[in-house]
């Protein structure tokens, strides 16, 4: 191993460590998906089945079973908590970043380890690498079977093609169809942008589709001669239906991925778009084949990138159903992108970007300490303080952005790109783990809640909600580990139990359950909640 590895693997080791794994347990799990994704692991984990989720002891069959199946080897390891809950996507978005860096070193050597750390410290990359979801092993999967195809198609070697199988394969355990899909669209309008049509019928292996199908059918199969429910509810309403119809009420305007994909790739977004516009002048001029062929080896990586982030934004445009982290295979062709644009440009004896977009980038750059600092008021009070703290958050953040624009507007200035740039990114997560994380928890997550039911029992009881959000119905359900009753659907326990209410809203439990005894038990003022004591019914039965 070289001095230059071996600053690599630790640079790599370090930034991976901060970025992704510092301080997940510092606040508990947030929104619905990271408790309901944490208990369905727990449930498993708890019946010894690797087949069927489960939730509240239903099926639950809106995702395939790669994330459970990690963070049920987590829970193993580590124990069943909301930090082992993220565990899966921090391991598997540095894996990315270790497998973009290998990509980069065989194929683009020189410029590894700015991918890496690019790829890494993309805001998205960040947010989904800390949350207990099924994005990320999606991204992943995806991602790395991508470089696999793009390492095939430079190299030729079948071992690559395989690789990309097996990876795309594990993205369908990942989150289902969606990543063979955009796979195959990816490869299909890059044989046909870069005139290199061949290579889609070459990329149809017979031994690469019978390791796909080893790899991906028998959980499905599986599960659905236990669960023969399974196809309906998973393949027509959770994928088709999604795409086709607004079924969960995600309905977005058409340009909402715009947006999303600008903050996503904070705070790489100028040059990503300045390597996108690149990448599009080249792939337009490649209409002239006898011209512009031996140009195609060349930047076929940036050909590749760009149909690679477009079609998973298009793709999401035209569904009905829109969420944030349906792009988020998207972010990784950017970051290579970027790789390949910096290339080119250092290539071309450009050392250093013009003016305007180095200043553009250092804002972009500087504007996440100002919230980052500011973390706690945001969450407490929804806005930005006034007088001395907005001041002091504004003056260090223009500080930063003053020194990366002059370094990068001075000789070798697109050298130092990476290194500035990552400066804020690392304050930024800095202080939203040291000066947020409490304010986060206490606003945002059911931990501290289910830590004050715990100290009020004194015996165990059944709990309930009333006119409470649906993430705190879920995440009480995973930091209690007992299904949670929720009187807006009608399920009011017969026997005594605790119920959890908005503030004042002792008259309206009192009506729901008539007759029986509402004890007023103390309230929970950061998130406006009150807790009751509701007795046993008189008549069970009733």
Not at 95 to 100: G, Q, Y
């Amino acid at each position: 191993m070289t001095n230059r590895t071996r600053t690599d693997a630790l640079l790599l080791a370090g930034f991976c460590a901060f970025l992704f794994f510092y301080g997940l347990g510092q606040f508990g799990l947030i929104g619905a998906d990271e408790p309901r994704y944490a208990q369905v692991a727990h449930e498993m984990l708890e019946r010894g089945d690797w087949i069927t989720p489960t939730l509240g002891g239903q099926p639950w069959l809106e995702k395939p079973p790669l994330y459970y199946w990690q963070a049920i080897v987590a829970y193993k390891m580590f124990g069943v908590s909301d930090w082992a809950a993220r565990l899966p996507s921090a391991f598997d978005a540095s894996l990315l970043v270790l497998a973009a860096y290998f990509f980069l070193r065989r194929f683009r050597p020189g410029f590894e380890l700015d991918g890496a750390l690019i790829l890494a410290s993309c805001a998205a990359m960040i947010g989904y690498a800390r949350a207990a979801s099924t994005d990320m092993p999606l991204t992943a999967a995806f991602s790395m079977g991508m470089l696999s195809w793009c390492a095939w198609s430079e190299s030729k070697k079948q071992e690559y093609l395989l690789l990309f199988y097996v990876f795309i394969a594990l993205g369908t355990l990942a989150k289902g169809p969606v990543a063979p899909f955009l796979a195959a669209a990816v490869i299909v309008i890059y044989g046909v942008v870069a005139r290199e049509s061949h290579s889609i019928a070459k990329s149809l292996s017979l031994p690469g589709i019978v390791l796909f199908s080893v790899i991906a059918s028998p959980w499905y199969v599986a599960v659905q001669l236990r669960n023969p429910g399974f196809f309906d509810n998973f393949i027509l309403q959770q994928n088709l239906g999604r795409f086709s119809q607004n079924l969960y009420h995600h309905l977005e305007p058409w340009w909402f991925y715009l947006p999303v994909i600008a903050l996503a790739l904070v705070p790489w977004t100028i040059f990503v778009c300045a390597a996108v516009v690149r990448a599009a002048r080249h792939c337009w001029f490649i209409r002239d084949a006898s011209r512009n062929d031996h140009n195609i080896p060349r930047n076929r990586l940036a050909i590749l990138s760009i149909c690679w982030v477009t079609v998973p934004i298009l793709f999401f445009t035209i569904s009905r159903s829109k969420l944030p982290g349906y792009i988020l295979p998207a972010i990784p062709a950017g970051a290579l992108l970027l790789t390949d644009y910096l290339r080119l440009k250092l290539e071309a004896g450009e050392n250093q970007p013009a003016a305007w977009p180095a200043i553009f980038h250092a804002v972009v750059a500087m504007v996440p300490i100002v919230p980052a600092l500011l973390i706690a008021y945001l969450v407490t009070q929804h806005h930005l303080p006034r007088g001395r703290p907005l001041f002091v958050a504004i003056a260090v953040a223009f500080a930063l952005g003053t020194g990366i624009a002059l370094t990068l507007v001075r000789a070798n200035g697109f050298r130092m790109l990476r290194f500035v740039t990552l400066i804020p990114v690392v304050l930024a997560i800095g202080a939203v783990i040291k000066l947020g994380a409490n304010s986060l928890d206490h606003v945002l997550s059911a931990r501290p809640v289910a830590r004050e039911i715990a100290s009020m029992q004194t015996h165990p009881l059944q709990l309930a909600v009333y006119h409470v959000p649906r993430e705190l119905e879920y995440g009480l359900t995973f930091y209690r580990n007992q299904l949670t009753f929720n009187y807006d659907w009608g399920r009011v326990p017969p026997e005594e139990h605790l119920l959890v209410a908005p503030e004042g809203s002792q008259l309206q439990v009192a009506k729901l359950v008539p007759g029986r005894r509402v004890s007023y038990l103390g309230e929970y003022l950061p998130q406006h909640l009150n807790y009751f004591w509701v007795s046993a019914a008189t008549n069970p039965t009733r």
